[in-house]
């Protein structure tokens, strides 16, 4: 691999000048292993001059103890280079017992100091930019973090082993409301409690053992951070892409502020601090204009992104083609709509505004006032997901006006409903109840009429005929016709195959008693009456059919509606309301119409008619990124009464936020409270001008890290050029599902806006995605510190080491699916790391097994083989399996350790192998192992190269061959692998087992492939 070779110049100049790493008053280890024998490590092979390191005067006085030197004389016995004495990364007595606690801080340490992850631009090495979530600043790394973080810096560790420069980052999404709340809590400046959590953080993110380049830690709270994000802000607004506009914001009525979305609480949406319930206020807020990138956002080619992430993404954008259609209302409003069937446009039987809608005031009648404003105020408490939520029961109240539908002419009346949202669409709806499940339900339960205009594609039509209301003779009439049905206490249910429609009409006109009727309901809408047949096809016919059932049936006379009258019928149910794409019905000209057309044919027609036309919407909406919250990056604007909002000059940033406030639990922010930190002048005219006071959304921080990761510390742009050009874009992505549509989505779309402001280049941020699972406690319950099943990392880490505990983690589960955690599942992992420490670290009592040819045959196929497997696994981002074929290949070593095999070559290729297959998992004590296989002079386990396989070697000696007779599978043979036709053909047909079945015959053909299958064709 030629990448580690050109880096190993460098380093061991580095490691050269680099002062001995062991402070003279160091203690020695707690618990030096004074075992009697501490083996050496690799004994026959070595030709190398084995002679007592010579160490260091300070170095001699680390080790001051005689257990200490013995075991340091007696490791040196690996092969020491010739300067050895000059620097030991660290001079300290080796222990043969696996003591975690005590190389783990070592190793980090001295990788620091080496700077070992250092990502440098090398044009000459190709590069991969593997980037992982960075972790919000709550004060606390839990199994979470490790979960998705470990596995990730192996599988980086495990690219860099494969050549590639990797740059792999760390950093902390500092902004946010915790902080704001510990503040009023404790009476601290948000400030000084994020950085005491970044402090503890990291070294909780040290103790990973992760090849972390903390060179380029980035923090979103930092001035130095947030002067950039402040620019990209600026960016936007000057390309139109930020704007400012009332939208609503949950409002405490009585605390007399806004509240974010974590505090309000519960299903009546009350204020997390004095129970009151919350009321949606308009506010002027910010917004990003992500919807102009929505077709972009839909179209994921070229990145290799899990298929639920694409899903979540396109449901989220909710891409939706169809057409706009101009109602107006009776004062001659416009009154718009849009809708992805305007194929049923004349099954619009009324209209429903949202609550917000502003035509909601002019058409209300007076009458309807009060009952309409009390609606619209419990509308204005709940959340839209609440109000659109698919289970909720629909309400709705009847404003008085009416809109005239542009096809036809009808005036239909206009309802206001809690489901429709003002932000979705135009904030108005035309309802078509026939044919949408939300309108079907509203219309019965308000008895408001309900006209079918598109036809079944099922052909369901469907007659009951009421005992009383026919002659005689029906049944036998039906039967002789073969028209089925059910008789049901003397009432006949029928269903009419659709070409006796008009065969049964006849049948039942003939049969009908005086002063009754008739009616069929699914593909055809018709009421027979004695004097003639009526169509329900239009509002006007449902009212007149309607009225005349009702002179002619008492019992009918309670409905409002002609469907809510055979509603009634259980037997009518399935055939009443469908939402098919079939051909228009009572549609007018356009009845006939086949379904395949229709949409776009009427789409096309309401163009020509000056009425709508076709078009594309969104479920997507504008980014609102206004938090009327401190700590957040404030917006750097200010609104001056003669220019308007003005963004402050790029050189003044960043706008730094005040330390000198107050903490009041009034929720409001103290930016708005402080007496002077919004005065500013405008930047245009001098005059007195006042500074926003909504800081942003951290999800605004957190689209453009992984940027800000390229150079944090440029105090000139907000990354370097030359760092962009050669790392971006992130070559893999790791992090959570959660973060689909809201993250995932925003950086996305902020790239795109950076490239089209000439800022980034490229289509997309980040080329590969992978998320991680989740972890469960061990009931198998979602991690809570209520339910006490909470795993906490730093615990583990004590009792087991890192090393361990990233092993356990990449082993337990599948990594995209995770499961519930098991302590005994760790201990058993932790057992492996300990027996793969025995391995390589002591020497076996006993040596002395024969072993043979076959047995050295079988371990170099076993090294082989593992590598091949590791390796495989590694590129899919299979971790579970990683670690089991690596235990695997332990169990066979141990198979070996006590024979004559142990020290040979290929022992010592195969543990070697071991060590460097592993070195991604457990990073700590491979390193170790690595130094005192090599000698302290060698380089770091983690500066090699990945093994490579051969796949010669790796190959089975025996393969099972399937043998099938007539291609039924009837025996199966071992044999050698790479055998030919021929002689696979012989032996097979040899076997008692197969000649059973030929019964004396010789095969006609014989279908061969090679290590697989014979198939012998009788
Ligand atoms: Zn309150
Ligand atoms: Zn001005």
């Given at each position: 691999?030629?990448?580690?070779?050109?880096?190993?110049?460098?380093?061991?100049?580095?490691?050269?000048?680099?002062?001995?790493?062991?402070?003279?008053?160091?203690?020695?280890?707690?618990?030096?292993?004074?075992?009697?024998?501490?083996?050496?490590?690799?004994?026959?092979?070595?030709?190398?001059?084995?002679?007592?390191?010579?160490?260091?005067?300070?170095?001699?006085?680390?080790?001051?103890?005689?257990?200490?030197?013995?075991?340091?004389?007696?490791?040196?016995?690996?092969?020491?280079?010739?300067?050895?004495?000059?620097?030991?990364?660290?001079?300290?007595?080796?222990?043969?017992?696996?003591?975690?606690?005590?190389?783990?801080?070592?190793?980090?340490?001295?990788?620091?100091?080496?700077?070992?992850?250092?990502?440098?631009?090398?044009?000459?090495?190709?590069?991969?930019?593997?980037?992982?979530?960075?972790?919000?600043?709550s004060?606390d790394l839990h199994i979470g973090h490790w979960y998705a973080?470990t596995p990730?810096?192996?599988?980086?560790?495990?690219?860099?082993?494969?050549?590639?420069?990797?740059?792999?980052?760390?950093?902390?999404?500092?902004?946010?409301?915790?902080?704001?709340?510990?503040?009023?809590?404790?009476?601290?400046?948000?400030?000084?409690?994020?950085?005491?959590?970044?402090?503890?953080?990291?070294?909780?993110?040290?103790?990973?053992?992760?090849?972390?380049?903390?060179?380029?830690?980035?923090?979103?709270?930092?001035?130095?951070?947030?002067?950039?994000?402040?620019?990209?802000?600026?960016?936007?607004?000057?390309?139109?892409?930020?704007?400012?506009?009332?939208?609503?914001?949950?409002?405490?009525?009585?605390?007399?502020?806004?509240?974010?979305?974590?505090?309000?609480?519960?299903?009546?949406?009350?204020?997390?601090?004095?129970?009151?319930?919350?009321?949606?206020?308009?506010?002027?807020?910010?917004?990003?204009?992500?919807?102009?990138?929505?077709?972009?956002?839909?179209?994921?080619?070229?990145?290799?992104?899990?298929?639920?992430?694409?899903?979540?993404?396109?449901?989220?954008?909710?891409?939706?083609?169809?057409?706009?259609?101009?109602?107006?209302?009776?004062?001659?409003?416009?009154?718009?709509?849009?809708?992805?069937?305007?194929?049923?446009?004349?099954?619009?039987?009324?209209?429903?505004?949202?609550?917000?809608?502003?035509?909601?005031?002019?058409?209300?009648?007076?009458?309807?006032?009060?009952?309409?404003?009390?609606?619209?105020?419990?509308?204005?408490?709940?959340?839209?997901?609440?109000?659109?939520?698919?289970?909720?029961?629909?309400?709705?109240?009847?404003?008085?006006?009416?809109?005239?539908?542009?096809?036809?002419?009808?005036?239909?009346?206009?309802?206001?409903?809690?489901?429709?949202?003002?932000?979705?669409?135009?904030?108005?709806?035309?309802?078509?109840?026939?044919?949408?499940?939300?309108?079907?339900?509203?219309?019965?339960?308000?008895?408001?009429?309900?006209?079918?205009?598109?036809?079944?594609?099922?052909?369901?039509?469907?007659?009951?005929?009421?005992?009383?209301?026919?002659?005689?003779?029906?049944?036998?009439?039906?039967?002789?016709?073969?028209?089925?049905?059910?008789?049901?206490?003397?009432?006949?249910?029928?269903?009419?195959?659709?070409?006796?429609?008009?065969?049964?009409?006849?049948?039942?006109?003939?049969?009908?008693?005086?002063?009754?009727?008739?009616?069929?309901?699914?593909?055809?809408?018709?009421?027979?009456?004695?004097?003639?047949?009526?169509?329900?096809?239009?509002?006007?016919?449902?009212?007149?059919?309607?009225?005349?059932?009702?002179?002619?049936?008492?019992?009918?006379?309670?409905?409002?509606?002609?469907?809510?009258?055979?509603?009634?019928?259980?037997?009518?149910?399935?055939?009443?309301?469908?939402?098919?794409?079939?051909?228009?019905?009572?549609?007018?000209?356009?009845?006939?119409?086949?379904?395949?057309?229709?949409?776009?044919?009427?789409?096309?027609?309401?163009?020509?008619?000056?009425?709508?036309?076709?078009?594309?919407?969104?479920?997507?909406?504008?980014?609102?990124?206004?938090?009327?919250?401190?700590?957040?990056?404030?917006?750097?604007?200010?609104?001056?009464?003669?220019?308007?909002?003005?963004?402050?000059?790029?050189?003044?940033?960043?706008?730094?936020?005040?330390?000198?406030?107050?903490?009041?639990?009034?929720?409001?922010?103290?930016?708005?409270?402080?007496?002077?930190?919004?005065?500013?002048?405008?930047?245009?005219?001098?005059?007195?001008?006042?500074?926003?006071?909504?800081?942003?959304?951290?999800?605004?921080?957190?689209?453009?890290?992984?940027?800000?990761?390229?150079?944090?510390?440029?105090?000139?742009?907000?990354?370097?050029?030359?760092?962009?050009?050669?790392?971006?874009?992130?070559?893999?992505?790791?992090?959570g599902i959660e973060?689909?549509?809201?993250?995932?989505?925003?950086?996305?779309?902020?790239?795109?806006?950076?490239?089209?402001?000439?800022?980034?280049?490229?289509?997309?941020?980040?080329?590969?995605?992978?998320n991680q699972g989740i972890i469960l406690g061990e009931d198998s319950e979602k991690m809570s510190k209520s339910r006490g099943n909470v795993i906490a990392p730093d615990v583990l880490v004590k009792k087991f080491?890192?090393?361990t505990v990233r092993a356990y983690l990449m082993f337990f589960a599948r990594w995209d699916q995770g499961a519930p955690w098991s302590s005994t599942g760790i201990e058993g992992t932790h057992?492996?790391?300990?027996?793969?420490?025995?391995?390589?670290?002591?020497?076996?009592?006993?040596?002395?097994?024969?072993?043979?040819?076959?047995?050295?045959?079988?371990?170099?196929?076993?090294?082989?083989?593992?590598?091949?497997?590791?390796?495989?696994?590694?590129?899919?981002?299979?971790f579970n399996?990683?670690?089991?074929?690596?235990?695997?290949?332990?169990?066979?070593?141990?198979?070996?350790?006590?024979?004559?095999?142990?020290?040979?070559?290929?022992?010592?290729?195969?543990?070697?192998?071991?060590?460097?297959?592993?070195?991604?998992?457990?990073?700590?004590?491979?390193?170790?192992?690595?130094?005192?296989?090599?000698?302290?002079?060698?380089?770091?386990?983690?500066?090699?190269?990945?093994?490579?396989?051969?796949?010669?070697?790796?190959?089975?000696?025996?393969?099972?061959?399937?043998?099938?007779?007539?291609?039924?599978?009837?025996?199966?043979?071992?044999?050698?692998?790479?055998?030919?036709?021929?002689?696979?053909?012989?032996?097979?047909?040899?076997?008692?087992?197969?000649?059973?079945?030929?019964?004396?015959?010789?095969?006609?053909?014989?279908?061969?492939?090679?290590?697989?299958?014979?198939?012998?064709?009788?």
């Amino acid at each position: 691999m030629p990448s580690t070779k050109k880096n190993t110049k460098p380093d061991k100049k580095r490691a050269v000048r680099k002062p001995p790493a062991q402070p003279i008053k160091r203690k020695a280890p707690a618990k030096p292993t004074a075992r009697k024998r501490s083996a050496p490590i690799k004994p026959a092979p070595l030709k190398a001059s084995v002679k007592p390191k010579v160490l260091k005067p300070q170095a001699i006085s680390v080790v001051k103890t005689a257990q200490a030197l013995v075991v340091k004389s007696e490791t040196s016995l690996m092969k020491v280079p010739a300067q050895a004495e000059k620097t030991a990364p660290d001079a300290k007595p080796e222990s043969a017992a696996y003591q975690p606690e005590i190389i783990e801080p070592k190793w980090q340490k001295a990788w620091d100091q080496a700077g070992l992850y250092r990502a440098v631009i090398d044009r000459s090495r190709k590069k991969f930019y593997a980037l992982t979530m960075l972790p919000y600043s709550s004060g606390d790394l839990h199994i979470g973090h490790w979960y998705a973080m470990t596995p990730s810096d192996a599988r980086a560790r495990f690219m860099r082993m494969r050549g590639w420069n990797v740059m792999f980052p760390v950093g902390f999404d500092a902004f946010g409301l915790p902080a704001e709340n510990a503040a009023i809590k404790r009476g601290i400046h948000p400030k000084k409690w994020t950085y005491s959590n970044i402090d503890h953080m990291r070294g909780q993110l040290r103790a990973m053992g992760s090849m972390w380049d903390w060179e380029r830690e980035a923090v979103s709270c930092d001035p130095e951070y947030y002067r950039w994000t402040q620019w990209f802000f600026i960016q936007l607004f000057k390309h139109g892409l930020a704007y400012k506009k009332l939208s609503p914001v949950d409002w405490c009525p009585n605390c007399n502020t806004t509240l974010a979305r974590e505090q309000v609480w519960g299903d009546d949406r009350h204020c997390e601090r004095c129970e009151t319930p919350v009321i949606k206020k308009n506010l002027d807020q910010w917004f990003f204009r992500i919807t102009k990138y929505a077709e972009e956002l839909l179209d994921f080619a070229g990145i290799d992104w899990p298929e639920r992430v694409r899903t979540l993404q396109t449901n989220w954008i909710g891409r939706s083609a169809g057409a706009r259609v101009s109602f107006r209302t009776e004062a001659d409003d416009p009154l718009e709509v849009f809708t992805t069937r305007p194929d049923t446009l004349w099954g619009a039987t009324f209209m429903v505004l949202a609550p917000e809608h502003p035509l909601v005031e002019t058409l209300t009648t007076p009458e309807r006032k009060a009952e309409v404003a009390a609606y619209v105020q419990q509308a204005l408490r709940q959340s839209d997901i609440q109000r659109e939520s698919a289970d909720k029961e629909k309400t709705g109240v009847f404003t008085g006006g009416f809109a005239v539908n542009p096809v036809n002419g009808v005036r239909i009346p206009v309802w206001i409903a809690d489901y429709v949202v003002i932000t979705y669409g135009t904030g108005a709806i035309m309802a078509v109840p026939a044919h949408d499940r939300r309108d079907f339900d509203f219309a019965l339960k308000y008895g408001l009429p309900i006209l079918p205009v598109i036809n079944r594609t099922d052909g369901l039509t469907k007659s009951f005929a009421l005992a009383k209301t026919m002659k005689p003779g029906l049944a036998e009439a039906l039967r002789a016709e073969a028209i089925p049905f059910e008789e049901r206490e003397g009432s006949l249910c029928i269903t009419i195959p659709a070409e006796k429609i008009d065969r049964y009409i006849e049948i039942a006109r003939a049969r009908l008693q005086p002063g009754c009727w008739n009616e069929i309901v699914g593909t055809r809408w018709q009421f027979i009456f004695d004097d003639g047949v009526c169509d329900w096809d239009s509002i006007d016919s449902e009212q007149e059919i309607l009225a005349r059932c009702q002179e002619l049936e008492p019992n009918v006379r309670g409905k409002r509606s002609l469907m809510e009258m055979v509603w009634s019928l259980e037997f009518y149910r399935d055939a009443l309301f469908h939402d098919q794409n079939g051909e228009m019905i009572h549609s007018g000209e356009f009845s006939g119409t086949p379904g395949a057309a229709a949409v776009k044919k009427v789409a096309e027609w309401l163009t020509v008619r000056n009425a709508g036309g076709p078009t594309v919407s969104y479920r997507l909406r504008d980014w609102l990124i206004s938090r009327q919250r401190f700590w957040g990056a404030p917006i750097p604007l200010v609104r001056c009464p003669v220019h308007g909002q003005v963004p402050v000059p790029e050189d003044q940033l960043p706008i730094l936020l005040p330390d000198d406030v107050e903490w009041k639990p009034t929720g409001e922010s103290p930016l708005k409270l402080h007496p002077t930190w919004a005065r500013a002048k405008c930047p245009v005219c001098g005059g007195e001008a006042e500074r926003e006071t909504d800081t942003m959304d951290t999800f605004m921080c957190s689209s453009w890290y992984h940027l800000r990761y390229l150079s944090p510390k440029n105090d000139r742009a907000a990354f370097d050029p030359a760092e962009y050009d050669y790392w971006m874009p992130v070559d893999c992505y790791t992090g959570g599902i959660e973060h689909a549509t809201m993250h995932l989505i925003y950086t996305r779309f902020f790239h795109k806006a950076c490239r089209d402001m000439g800022i980034t280049r490229g289509p997309e941020p980040m080329l590969q995605l992978r998320n991680q699972g989740i972890i469960l406690g061990e009931d198998s319950e979602k991690m809570s510190k209520s339910r006490g099943n909470v795993i906490a990392p730093d615990v583990l880490v004590k009792k087991f080491g890192a090393d361990t505990v990233r092993a356990y983690l990449m082993f337990f589960a599948r990594w995209d699916q995770g499961a519930p955690w098991s302590s005994t599942g760790i201990e058993g992992t932790h057992r492996w790391i300990n027996r793969i420490w025995g391995l390589a670290a002591n020497a076996p009592k006993h040596t002395s097994a024969p072993a043979d040819e076959h047995a050295a045959r079988t371990l170099t196929r076993a090294t082989h083989q593992t590598i091949r497997r590791v390796t495989r696994d590694f590129e899919r981002f299979e971790f579970n399996t990683i670690i089991s074929g690596l235990m695997e290949f332990t169990n066979t070593l141990y198979k070996y350790r006590e024979t004559s095999l142990y020290g040979s070559p290929e022992w010592e290729q195969a543990i070697d192998s071991l060590l460097l297959l592993a070195a991604p998992v457990a990073v700590h004590m491979t390193e170790e192992l690595w130094r005192r296989r090599k000698g302290p002079q060698a380089e770091s386990v983690h500066r090699q190269a990945w093994p490579v396989y051969d796949p010669a070697l790796a190959a089975e000696d025996e393969v099972t061959i399937v043998i099938q007779v007539n291609g039924k599978v009837r025996e199966r043979l071992k044999l050698p692998a790479g055998i030919g036709k021929e002689e696979a053909c012989t032996l097979a047909l040899a076997n008692e087992g197969v000649k059973k079945w030929l019964e004396g015959k010789t095969p006609r053909q014989v279908i061969f492939v090679p290590d697989k299958l014979i198939n012998l064709v009788l």
